[in-house]
């Protein structure tokens, strides 16, 4: 596998730059996803995009937990497990939750689990599902505005995860707390 570069404020094509320092001012550090991602200053400005959009959708803090948990479990991303992790703590989305979700075991709430079973079921049919998984998520509670939220989720994590696996980021340090992997004999 190429190694992939990952830039800082210094090494960055000049397009990334502007985008680095908002991470940086967000963070409070350079996220090693989005310093790999930084050799495509329009990849980096895309995720960035996507992800302030998904931070407006009518979603609550639980919910955005449970979609990009539930496609970083499934795609079994290394560093977005962790990352998610650690915002959820500071979203403050409940232990139990979390948990769940890493773990693949049932969440605390009937609605919280159709959101799940629905992003993977978006993931599985790759956005073709059922007429009847539609109604039982619509049934659990949810408009056709979750729905296209739930694929504009999938765009944003696909990036992230896609690029991890190719580019093997390293987990950033104040992360490595909340390492990850799939238990043997779960499902991939």
């Known amino acids: 596998m190429a ?6 404020l210094e090494s960055a094509p000049e397009g990334s730059k502007p985008l680095l320092e908002k991470s940086q001012a967000a963070f409070g550090r350079l996220p090693g996803l989005h310093k790999v991602m930084a050799e495509s200053p329009q990849h980096l400005e895309g995720y960035q995009v996507l992800h302030s959009l998904f931070m407006q959708t009518d979603f609550d803090n639980d919910e955005k937990t449970v979609v990009w948990q539930t496609i970083n479990v499934e795609n079994e ?6 990352a998610h992790t650690g915002i959820a703590k500071m979203m403050k989305v ?20 159709a959101l799940r079973t629905f992003t993977l079921q ?7 599902p059922t007429e009847s998984q539609l109604q039982a998520f619509f049934d659990a509670g949810y408009s056709h ?36 992997e799939r238990k043997v004999g779960e499902p991939a």
């Open 145 to 180: 505005r979750a729905v296209l939220d739930v694929v504009l989720g999938l765009a944003q994590k696909t990036m992230s995860n896609y690029v991890n696996h190719m580019a093997k980021t390293p987990v950033d340090e104040v992360m490595r707390g909340f390492l990850w």
């Open 94 to 113: 409940s232990d139990e939750i979390t948990e769940a979700l890493r773990n693949e075991t049932p969440l605390p709430s009937a609605k919280l689990e």
């Open 3 to 8: 190694n992939f570069p990952s830039h800082d």
């Open 77 to 82: 991303c290394h560093y977005c497990v962790p």
């Open 122 to 128: 978006m993931m599985e049919t790759r956005g073709n």
